[in-house]
C-alpha cells in the first residue's frame, strides 16, 4: 500500500507518517525530498539525525532554522528556479523500488509531478488541513486528491479514519 500526504507546512503530515510508521501498521517513510535533505546535510554539515521525525523541527541553533525550514525553502526555490521536476521523482521510483511489495506511506507530496506519481502507482494521497499549517501549500489540483483529512489535534477520531483507509485498502489489495 503507497499513502502521499500533501498539505501546507506543519498541517499534521509528520502525525500522520508517526501513526502509520509505528505499531502493528509498520509503515516505511520514503520521501521525495531526499536528495535536498543531503544537500542541506552536506552544505550545513548536520548529521541525518536532526531529519528524524522527532527532530525534524528542532531549530539548530547555528543555522537559526529547523531542518523542516530549510527543506522548505529550498524545495520552493528548487520549484521556482525551475529546476526539472523530474528529478525528484526519479531519484524517488528508485528508493520505492527497493521497498516493493512493503506499506510506504510518504509525507511529503508538494508537487503535480509527485501527485502524478503516487497516483500512477494505485497510491492514495491525502491532503493534510488543520488550523496550524501556514506558508505555501502543494501545488497540486484537487483532482488528485482522493482524500482531506483534519489533523488539528492527535484524536481518535483522526486515528480512527487513518485506520479505516488502511483497513479499507488492506482488503481490497
Not at 499513502?3 to 498541517?11: K, N, Q
Request: hydrophobic share 45%; glycine share 8%.
Amino acid at each position: 500500500m503507497l499513502i502521499g500526504l500533501c498539505g501546507r507546512p506543519d498541517s499534521g503530515q509528520d502525525l500522520i507518517t508517526n501513526y502509520l510508521a509505528c505499531g502493528s501498521r509498520a509503515f516505511h517513510v520514503i520521501t521525495f525530498d531526499a536528495p535536498l535533505r543531503h544537500m542541506i546535510q552536506a552544505c550545513a554539515g548536520i548529521h541525518e539525525t536532526y531529519f528524524s521525525l522527532a527532530r525534524l523541527h528542532d531549530v539548530i541553533p547555528a543555522l537559526g532554522k529547523s531542518p523542516a525550514q530549510l527543506l522548505h525553502t529550498l524545495r520552493e526555490a528548487w520549484i521556482r528556479a525551475p529546476m526539472d521536476p523530474d528529478v525528484l521523482v526519479r531519484h524517488f521510483a528508485q528508493t520505492l523500488a527497493r521497498h516493493d511489495g512493503r506499506n510506504v506511506v510518504v509525507p511529503d507530496v508538494f508537487t503535480q509531478a509527485e501527485a502524478e506519481f503516487i497516483q500512477a502507482r494505485a497510491g492514495r494521497l491525502i491532503r493534510v488541513v488543520s488550523r496550524h499549517g501556514l506558508g505555501a501549500g502543494p501545488s497540486i489540483k484537487r483532482a488528485w486528491i482522493d482524500l482531506e483529512l483534519k489533523a488539528d489535534e492527535a484524536s481518535d477520531r483522526l486515528y480512527a479514519q487513518i485506520d479505516a483507509i488502511v483497513g479499507e485498502d488492506a482488503l481490497a489489495g
